[in-house]
């Protein structure tokens, strides 16, 4: 796809949806790396039944260390790789308490080094709470990248390279999510609405469901 398809797919996708966000429920940057954390081979609707609980009780390093590792499984059990992620979770809020006095920090580097967190999870916070232009490739953003030939890779990273290579400035910020929604609700996974997709024509699918 060339620059000018590329500057128009997010044209209209910013037409359709000027304030794209993500679907996670949060506050603050820590209320969304718990929720991040969670959301790993989960939905964001368990997720978020989930820290519709949690948050009230502990929204804080210091308060979900209070409560402790076995009371957090208990309200997060009802997520994929739950004692997993109550483990990394514990560890990670101990490690935010004991080097950044309970605040997250805003670089690459020191999100990675937190328990659990990955290079994904570290672009998601980064662009969503701190508004870098930093652009997190889940499945939906592999999947839309590759299907429309808006940056075609065989990998997370070669799509994420070139997205953050091709992408117009003025669009780098919201990208992601616009493309996440994209693939959740019309470039869908089994079968795509083309027939609805506001960026049909630009798309360079071969087969296009009609």
Not at 179 to 194: D, E, M, N, S, T
Not at 198 to 208: H, S, V, W
């Amino acid at each position: 796809m060339n620059s000018a398809k590329r500057t128009e797919v997010f044209t209209r996708l910013r037409a359709a949806n000027p304030h794209p966000a993500s679907e996670l429920e949060y506050r603050t940057p820590f209320e969304l790396l718990v929720a991040v954390l969670l959301s790993a081979q989960a939905t964001d609707v368990s997720v978020n039944a989930a820290t519709r609980n949690l948050f009230p009780v502990a929204n804080t390093p210091q308060a979900l260390l209070a409560i402790g590792e076995e009371k957090l499984r208990g309200y997060i059990q009802r997520i994929g790789l739950y004692q997993t992620k109550a483990k990394h979770l514990v560890q990670t809020c101990r490690q935010l308490v004991e080097q950044y006095d309970g605040i997250v920090p805003q670089t690459r580097e020191a999100l990675e080094a937190l328990p659990g967190v990955g290079h994904k999870t570290a672009s998601v916070i980064l662009n969503t709470a701190f508004g870098q232009p930093t652009i997190a490739v889940d499945t939906h953003v592999f999947r839309v990248a590759n299907r429309t030939g808006l940056a075609p890779g065989k990998n997370v990273l070669e799509v994420e390279n070139k997205l953050l290579k091709g992408v117009p400035d003025e669009f780098k910020h919201h990208a992601h999510h616009w493309l996440i929604l994209h693939g959740r609700y019309v470039c869908q996974a089994r079968k795509p609405k083309c027939g609805t997709c506001p960026i049909n024509d630009l798309c360079e699918y071969k087969e296009k469901v009609l």
